[in-house]
């Protein structure tokens, strides 16, 4: 299976209040197929997965995710979520995070799970589910707080 490698914006680094967008490009949310054969015995099996969901969880219970279930959905070209763009901090991601209060210097652990949907075929029409999969990913989100100044 492909690594669970999110792309977020900003990278490691959030501010108080200020979405952070979370990604991943469509060549991530490929369908993989495993194929095993026996020699001159035309016996085959064939594994397929598809990811089905991308789960977020913020590391802390001072943040909210978007969307608020933190399941984001799939695009209609096979990526999740929408990378960020200039102009769109004020925005809500369709895809991400918003920490509400700062990290101290002890970072959250921002968890990123793809859930995979399994199935096999092989020889003679056989053919079933298997348990879907679930890899996750962990990585550290500090996050700081910005105080304005006023004069």
Not at 59 to 73: K, L, M, N, Q, R
Not at 76 to 93: A, L, N, V
Not at 99 to 112: E, F, K, V
């Amino acid at each position: 299976m492909p690594d669970t490698k999110v792309e977020l914006k900003p990278e490691a680094k959030s501010t108080v209040n200020l979405p952070t967008w979370v990604w991943l490009d469509k060549g991530m949310c490929k369908e993989v197929k495993v194929r095993a054969e026996l020699p001159g015995t035309g016996l085959f099996a064939e594994t397929t997965a598809k990811p089905i969901s991308l789960h977020l969880e913020p590391g802390t219970e001072d943040a909210e995710t978007y969307p608020a279930s933190g399941e984001c959905t799939f695009n209609k070209d096979g990526s999740i979520g929408t990378p960020y763009t200039k102009g769109s901090s004020k925005q809500e991601p369709p895809c991400g995070i918003t920490y509400l209060r700062a990290s101290d210097g002890r970072p959250n652990q921002l968890t990123a799970s793809v859930t995979w949907k399994i199935s096999w075929r092989g020889t003679g029409d056989a053919q079933g589910p298997l348990p879907d999969g679930t890899f996750e990913t962990a990585q550290d989100m500090d996050v700081q707080e910005v105080q304005p100044i006023n004069r």
